[in-house]
C-alpha cells in the first residue's frame, strides 16, 4: 500500500515562529488531507488539497502532487497550535485514508 | 449543520467482553469509515460503509466487526476484547468516498480494556 511519511516527528516553537511540516507519499493520490489532532484526540480538518496551494488565515499549505509531497506551514505559531498535525492521503484505487506518523508541535509561551 | 457525533465517548471493559460503538455522520453524509488508533500503531483503517454495504475492510480480526443502517449511522462491534482492543476509535463521514471528497472526524471513543 502506500507509504506516508510526515517530518519533522517533533517541533518544538516560541510562540511568534514560524514553521513548516513536511508530508511525502509513494504514489499518486486523490486526496490529501490535513488534520489537527486536538487534545481530546478529535481531528480537526485544516486543509483538503489533493493539489496546488491553500492559505486559511496563519495555515497554508502547498500539495505538488507531481514530486509526492505536501507541506504545512504555521505562521506567527500560538500555544493553541500545539498538538498533533496528520497528514492523510487517499489512494486513486481506494477508499480508505493513509496517515502519516504525525509531527507533534509544541508551542511554548 | 451538526458534525460527526460518536457514542459513548468514554468506555472502560475487560477482557473477553463485547462492545458496541456508535456513529452518526452528518447529515447527507452516505459514507462512513472507521479507524483505530493506538501509540504503537497510530491511526489504522478498519472498514467503510456506503448505503448500508461495506466497501472497504483493513487488515483486522474478524473480532471487529461493522454495519451501517438505511439512515447512514453505522456501529461497530468488538467482540472478546482483548487488551491489545485498548484505543481511541474514530469515526469519519463524507458525502462519498470516491477519492475526492473531504472527510470529517466525530470526537471518537476512547475504548479502555482492563
Known amino acids: 500500500g502506500i507509504q506516508v511519511e510526515q517530518s519533522p516527528p517533533d517541533l518544538i516553537l516560541q510562540e511568534g515562529a514560524n514553521s513548516t511540516l513536511r508530508c511525502n507519499f509513494s504514489?499518486?493520490?486523490?486526496?490529501l488531507q490535513w488534520f489537527h489532532q486536538n487534545p481530546w484526540g478529535q481531528l480537526i480538518n485544516l486543509f483538503y488539497i489533493p493539489s496546488g496551494t491553500k492559505q486559511n488565515g496563519r495555515l497554508s499549505a502547498t500539495t505538488v502532487a507531481t514530486e509526492r509531497y505536501s507541506l504545512l506551514y504555521i505562521s506567527s505559531s500560538q500555544t493553541t497550535d500545539s498538538g498533533v498535525y496528520f497528514c492523510a492521503v487517499l489512494e486513486t484505487s481506494g477508499s480508505r485514508l493513509t496517515f502519516g506518523e504525525g509531527t507533534q508541535l509544541t508551542v511554548n509561551p | 449543520k451538526a458534525g460527526v457525533t460518536q457514542t459513548p465517548r468514554y468506555l472502560i471493559k475487560t477482557r473477553g467482553q463485547q462492545v458496541t460503538l456508535s456513529c452518526s455522520p452528518i447529515s447527507g453524509h452516505r459514507s462512513v469509515s472507521w479507524y483505530q488508533q493506538t501509540p504503537g500503531q497510530g491511526l489504522q483503517f478498519l472498514f467503510e460503509y456506503f448505503s448500508e454495504t461495506q466497501r472497504n475492510k483493513g487488515n483486522f480480526p474478524g473480532r471487529f466487526s461493522g454495519r451501517q443502517f438505511s439512515n447512514s449511522r453505522s456501529e461497530m462491534n468488538v467482540s472478546t476484547l482483548e487488551l491489545g482492543d485498548s484505543a481511541l476509535y474514530l469515526c469519519a463521514s463524507s458525502l462519498q468516498v470516491q477519492g475526492t471528497d473531504t472527510q470529517y472526524f466525530g470526537p471518537g471513543t476512547r475504548l479502555t480494556v482492563l
Open positions: 504514489d499518486s493520490v486523490n486526496n
